[in-house]
């Protein structure tokens, strides 16, 4: 795809930003999480950055989804992946299916303070039982009169110690579990809302990653992202910009990563020789190097599509499955030759190869884009998505 001058600015301008007002407080926000969601995104907000691609009658720039990966690409800059997909949580995986298919009076209820980075926003779909199986879940929103009561629990929710809202999939009828799901906007200062646990996770520090508990909260109906019964199809539309950004981001982590151990390594002295000069190390890091730039092809390529209004499920399970397992692979062999001080806090490698193992877990684990990818290719029964 090519960029525009336009494209490259916005890429330009994120980076400024990320460099002045993000990277250099990463490390304390993984040390003292969570990192501090309203002071970030309200400045972010302020520079247009979270609504690039959103309807300018919210706040939005109004522009296509070509701009809004040109900003994700540049988001790989941020060196801490919490961060990062705390961002995205707000641009792309909580607004999107909010900016397509709500009403007017709702979009500007949520989206467009999300927009201006007033208010923080999370996915609320996970649930103890139910990840990568989302028919499973088993939360409900019933009607009572112009209301719903909403009953349930969700798990794994990023931002959600944060939030001021949530875009919320419950079920909403007795029906097949693919049609009796709908999406809806719910506050999170309302009665019979609380937080759990906000979880101790391996990785991703700096980002709040919480269980959340819905007693009889009373909604207004109004507040239903679309029609009723469409949740499931309007998720499965908003995993496939999730997975798309995922992919977006990780390029430039990458690089990063390469690069920097092609520096270290080429200072680091082994047996008389610098580690670069083995070859099972320049070998190791020019097949990355050309895995990354084949990941870099289909990602763009997937964009293109997306922005010409294409069906892109099945490239975008790919561009995830293969951004994800790249960046295991590649985290873990740049560790490997950074030796002991790939183990340490203070290098960027070891932040990501112990950040990145939840990218194979969430939206969507590496098996289930392997059976929406078989399932496109006819080599698997059954629906697709």
């Not at 801490?80 to 500007?108: D, Y």
């Not at 290098?347 to 929406?372: H, K, Q």
């Amino acid at each position: 795809m090519q960029l525009t001058p336009e494209h490259e600015e916005i890429g330009r301008s994120l980076v400024r930003f990320i460099e002045a007002e993000i990277n250099p407080h990463v490390r304390d926000w993984a040390a003292s999480p969570p990192f501090p969601a309203h002071e970030v995104f309200r400045k972010m907000g302020e520079l247009g950055f979270l609504g690039i691609d959103k309807p300018e009658a919210c706040g939005g720039l109004g522009l296509d989804f070509s701009y809004a990966a040109a900003f994700l690409a540049a988001l790989g800059h941020v060196d801490c992946i919490g961060v990062t997909t705390a961002i995205m949580v707000q641009t792309q995986m909580a607004t999107p299916a909010l900016a397509r298919f709500g009403s007017p009076e709702l979009q500007q209820r949520f989206l467009a303070p999300a927009i201006a980075g007033e208010q923080v926003a999370a996915i609320a779909v996970s649930e103890p039982g139910a990840g990568s199986d989302v028919a499973a879940i088993t939360t409900t929103a019933k009607k009572d009169g112009d209301d719903y009561l909403i009953n349930g629990c969700k798990l794994w929710i990023t931002n959600g110690s944060q939030a001021d809202w949530l875009c919320l999939l419950a079920n909403t009828g007795d029906g097949p579990a693919h049609r009796n799901k709908s999406l809806i906007c719910v506050p999170t200062d309302l009665p019979g809302f609380s937080v759990g646990r906000v979880l101790q996770k391996i990785g991703m520090h700096a980002s709040d990653t919480t269980e959340l508990y819905f007693e009889n909260v009373r909604v207004p109906q109004r507040y239903r992202i679309g029609d009723e019964g469409f949740g499931f199809a309007y998720q499965m539309t908003q995993f496939q910009e999730e997975r798309l950004a995922v992919a977006l981001s990780a390029l430039r982590q990458l690089e990063a990563s390469i690069e920097e151990t092609i520096e270290y390594t080429s200072q680091r002295k082994l047996f008389g020789r610098t580690v670069l000069d083995q070859q099972v190390v320049h070998f190791r890091l020019a097949e990355l190097k050309t895995e990354l730039e084949a990941l870099r092809a289909l990602v763009w390529k997937t964009v293109e599509q997306h922005v010409a209004g294409a069906d892109m499920t099945e490239l975008a399970s790919m561009c995830k499955l293969k951004a994800t397992r790249l960046m295991r692979e590649t985290y873990d062999s740049c560790l490997q030759y950074w030796g002991g001080m790939g183990f340490v806090e203070e290098t960027s490698v070891a932040r990501r190869f112990r950040d990145s193992r939840l990218g194979s877990i969430g939206g969507g684990a590496d098996e289930v884009m392997l059976s929406i990818i078989a399932r496109h290719m006819g080599t698997l029964p059954g629906r697709s998505g």
